[in-house]
């Protein structure tokens, strides 16, 4: 499995890449337009058997006007993090090759969520699209950031209201008196306190 997993990688999956103006190296595909960067990773699972092996898809954005007002104990980290089925429905959490898959078909339905997982991707065309995203989903992760963001370009209404989404969500358990912490602070360096 692993021969033909790495003929698809060559064949089909970094000539699909190249195409769309990625960068490879190893499994990893990477892009920079504008004030973002683009990163897809395959990661082979890794209790692969010579007669099955699996594969995850993983996506990242980082973004140069997020990262000003990123934590220092997260500085470099991604600011947007997804598997491939989180962002294109039809798409498994987990890609299996075994020795009875229809490798035609395999290839066909790989390429047709990468594709699709990419225009999501470029939905996401700067720093307000990735924290609306973590907003909608009343999300921790990008908390800080979206709060310095919104506050430093003066909306300090979506802020209160974000901040309240996060109370309603998080409110009762114990960690939230550090995150109260944590949201304060950037609340004192970036606007007003609520």
């Known amino acids: 499995m692993q021969e033909l997993f790495k003929t698809i990688i060559k064949q089909d999956v970094k000539p699909f890449f190249s195409a769309r103006g990625y960068l490879t190296k190893d499994l990893n595909f990477y892009k920079t337009e504008g004030q973002l960067s683009y990163k897809i990773n395959i990661q ?10 699996s594969f995850f898809v993983n996506y990242s954005i980082r973004s140069e006007e997020l990262a000003q007002y990123r934590p220092a104990s997260s500085l470099g980290l991604a600011h947007f993090i ?10 498994p959490e987990r890609y299996f090759l075994t020795p009875e898959v229809d490798v035609d078909k395999f290839t066909a339905d790989l390429l047709l969520h990468l594709d699709q997982s990419l225009q999501f991707l470029y939905t996401l065309t700067d720093a307000r699209a990735i924290i609306e995203y973590y907003m909608q989903r009343t999300a921790l992760h990008l908390s800080e950031e979206t709060f310095g963001f919104l506050l430093d370009t003066g909306d300090t209404e979506t802020a209160e209201q974000y901040l309240k989404q996060l109370q309603a969500k998080y409110g009762d358990q114990k960690r939230w008196v550090i995150l109260e912490k944590k949201y304060a602070a950037v609340w004192e360096k970036y606007g007003s306190s609520s």
Request: without cysteine; glycine residues 0%.
């Open 82 to 91: 997804a598997r491939i089925n989180q962002i294109v429905p039809a798409a």
């Open 44 to 53: 082979k699972y890794k209790y692969n058997t010579h007669k099955q092996l």
